[in-house]
Structure formats: structure tokens, C-alpha cells
């Protein structure tokens, strides 16, 4: 049986899966959004972009090399959920919690945990943005945006931005 895609109009709104699609064959559909920024300024404005898709209850995976600019992007991410704060990595100190004008940012760095352990840092009335996740975390199974981040020399980087579905069967990958 051939792999095919359904027509836009029979699919419409149906979110990126590997079920059977509208018409009974299977297909993939991956929406990823590449987005290529020169200064921090950019990848600020494309955080504050992000969470304009953003509700309590959702969490976001982010993943990227030491120094990719991971915290930059959360940063504005926070600076349009109302976090007035200082937004700093979480490096050294595992997880940060900001107050926003709705919701409470939190903002995890997972590289040196065995298991999450963080649950006042997810759920309802809270977006968590988390640095190295380790997808075998249930609370993680979930995600509602995979962002991977990547240097392209000097302040330039490569932003990938993909729906939470995409990171089905990825097991540990940073």
C-alpha cells in the first residue's frame, strides 16, 4: 500500500499524527517551522512569538547545544507571558519559576536529573519550558512545542520549531 498524503480540504485542522487519515490510507505529516536569527534580539522576539500559543498546562522541550541560545528564547517567551524578572539559565540551579501577568513560567534544565521529580513546576496555571528533556518522562509525553536549537556562528542560529506529536518514539535524543 502506498504512502500518501490527504487532500488539504478532507484533513483541514486535524492535528500532525500517524494515524490513518481521512481517507484510510496513512501517511506523516510533519509541520516544522525553521527559523534562521542574526542577534538575540531575534530569537527573543521569536520566544514572545511562541507564547502567544501558549496556555497553562502546556510544556515545551527544548533542546540545543551549550551556549545555543536556549535561554534567550525562554527569556522572551517569558517577557510576553508579563515575567518582569531577570530570566537566567537554569544551569546551576536545575529549575526557575517566574511570575508572569497569567501564568507562572518555569524554566527546567533536566541534563543532570535521573528522573523529573519537578511537578510544582508543571500543570495547570504554569507553561514550562524544559532544556534537555529526557522524553521516557511521562510528564514530558505530552509536549505541545519541540524547539531545537542550533549555532550557525557568531549570534546567527537555526531554530526549529515543531508541534509536541513530533517527539513520539525519540526516546533520550538531546
Not at 101 to 126: I, M
Request: proline content about 5%; aromatic content about 4%; glycine content about 12%.
Amino acid at each position: 500500500m502506498a504512502l500518501r498524503s490527504p487532500s488539504a480540504s478532507a484533513c483541514r485542522g486535524r492535528p500532525i499524527s500517524l494515524t490513518p487519515p481521512c481517507d484510510g490510507l496513512y501517511s506523516l505529516v510533519v509541520a516544522v517551522r525553521i527559523v534562521e536569527t542574526s542577534d538575540p534580539r531575534q530569537t527573543e522576539a521569536l520566544g514572545a512569538e511562541l507564547a502567544a500559543l501558549l496556555q497553562g498546562g502546556d510544556v515545551v522541550l527544548v533542546r540545543g547545544e551549550l551556549g545555543s541560545g536556549k535561554t534567550t528564547l525562554v527569556r522572551g517567551a517569558a517577557r510576553a507571558l508579563g515575567v518582569t524578572a531577570p530570566v537566567t539559565s537554569p544551569t546551576f540551579s536545575i529549575g526557575h519559576r517566574y511570575v508572569g501577568s497569567e501564568l507562572t513560567v518555569s524554566h527546567l534544565d533536566l541534563y543532570r536529573l535521573a528522573d523529573l521529580g519537578q511537578e510544582d513546576y508543571l500543570g495547570a496555571g504554569r507553561v514550562a519550558f524544559v532544556e534537555w528533556p529526557k522524553e521516557s518522562e511521562r510528564q514530558l509525553a505530552h509536549a505541545r512545542l519541540n524547539v531545537t536549537l542550533t549555532h550557525g556562528g557568531g549570534d546567527h542560529r537555526r531554530i526549529e520549531v515543531g508541534d509536541g506529536s513530533e517527539d513520539e518514539g525519540r526516546g533520550d535524543a538531546r
